[in-house]
C-alpha cells in the first residue's frame, strides 16, 4: 500500500522543545484565579508531584493530567483549588511553547502543497490543543494538520500502542498506508514499525545499531519530502483516487 498520511512528531521533530512550567509558575496563575487559597508551600508540593507522576508515567506509557497534578499537590500542602482545570490554558500561555524549525516547516508545507496525504500530529506534550495550535498557526502550519493526537487528550503517552492506535483513527486510512516520522527511536520508529506503519526516524548522527532495515532515516524533517518522492519511486502506484480526509 502506498503511503496515504503522515502521523508527525513536535518536538526536535519540527520544532526546538520549550519549557515545562515549574511549580512556582503554577503558583502565580492559581493565586489569579478565584477561590483560591494556595500557600508557597505549593510550590514545592507540586514539583513533587510532577516528578513522581512523569517517572511513573514513563514506566506505564501513560499521562496523568496537569489537573491531577496539580489537585495532588493542593492535597500535600493543604491548597484550596476549587477548579484545578481553569489553570490550564493560563499555566501555558505564561510559558513558552516549543519554536517551530523554519526548514521543517517550509519542508511540511511543500508536502501539503502535493495535495495526496493527510497529516496528523501525534505527540507527547502537556500543552492543551488550543495552545499547540496557537503555536502552529504563528508559523503558518496549523492548517497543514487534519487533525491532531496528544498525550495529554487521550492518556496515554508513546510509545503504548494505544497511541497508535488513536494516530491510525485519527487518519482515517489503515495503519500500513500511514508513515510516523520523529526524532526519538524507540516511540517514533520502532513502536510504530511493530505497530504495523511505516517509519522514519530523524537522526542527525545517521542509523542507530539495531534500527529495523525497514524503517527509513533522514538527517532532518526537511529531508521528507525527498524521502516520500523515492518511496513513491520505489513502490507501484495504485489507482484508487485520492485519500480521505480525516475529520478536523
Not at 513536535?10 to 483560591?36: C, I, K, M, S
Not at 514513563?58 to 483549588?81: K, P, Q, Y
Not at 491510525?168 to 517514533?188: L, Y
Request: a neutral charge.
Amino acid at each position: 500500500m502506498n503511503v496515504r498520511a503522515l502521523a508527525v512528531d513536535f518536538g526536535d521533530t519540527l520544532a526546538v522543545p520549550g519549557p515545562n512550567p515549574d511549580g512556582r509558575v503554577v503558583l502565580e496563575v492559581l493565586r489569579e484565579l478565584p477561590g483560591t487559597h494556595v500557600p508557597d508551600t505549593f510550590v514545592a508540593a507540586y514539583d513533587h508531584v510532577h516528578r513522581i507522576t512523569r517517572e511513573g508515567d514513563r514506566v506505564r506509557d501513560t499521562h496523568t493530567s496537569f489537573a491531577t497534578e496539580i489537585h495532588w499537590a493542593a492535597r500535600l500542602c493543604g491548597a484550596r483549588i476549587p477548579d484545578p482545570e481553569a489553570a490550564l490554558e493560563p499555566v501555558f500561555e505564561r510559558v513558552p511553547d516549543s519554536r517551530v524549525i523554519r526548514r521543517a516547516a517550509e519542508a511540511l508545507l511543500r508536502i501539503r502543497a502535493r495535495g495526496d496525504l493527510v497529516c496528523v500530529l501525534a505527540c507527547d506534550t502537556q500543552r492543551p490543543e488550543s495552545v499547540r495550535r496557537r503555536t502552529l498557526a504563528e508559523a503558518g502550519i496549523e492548517e497543514c494538520f487534519d487533525a491532531v493526537v496528544l498525550s495529554c487528550a487521550i492518556g496515554l503517552r508513546k510509545p503504548h500502542p494505544d497511541f497508535y492506535a488513536e494516530v491510525e483513527r485519527a487518519c482515517g486510512v489503515p495503519r500500513e498506508g500511514i508513515m510516523f516520522v520523529g526524532n526519538t527511536p524507540s516511540k517514533d520508529a520502532t513502536a510504530p514499525h511493530v505497530y504495523g506503519m511505516r517509519a522514519v526516524l530523524i537522526a542527525p548522527t545517521g542509523r542507530p545499531p539495531g534500527l529495523a532495515a525497514a524503517i527509513g532515516v533522514i538527517g532532518h524533517f526537511a529531508e521528507l519530502p525527498d524521502h516520500l518522492d523515492r518511496t513513491a519511486a520505489e513502490r507501484p502506484t495504485l489507482s484508487g483516487g485520492s485519500p480521505p480526509r480525516a475529520p478536523r
